[in-house]
């Protein structure tokens, strides 16, 4: 399973692991993204 968050910094600013997600699946955290760039989404 693939698991995107698409504003990382949002979710978690640092104090936080991924860890939990990373179980799950293939994580890729993008720490803020365009609401207008629909490409990037």
Excluded: A, C, H, Q
């Amino acid at each position: 399973m693939k698991i995107v968050i698409l504003d990382g910094y949002t979710e978690n600013p640092g104090d936080l692991s991924w860890g939990e997600l990373e179980k799950l699946g293939e994580l890729t955290v993008y720490d803020r993204t365009s609401l207008t760039d629909e490409e990037e989404i």
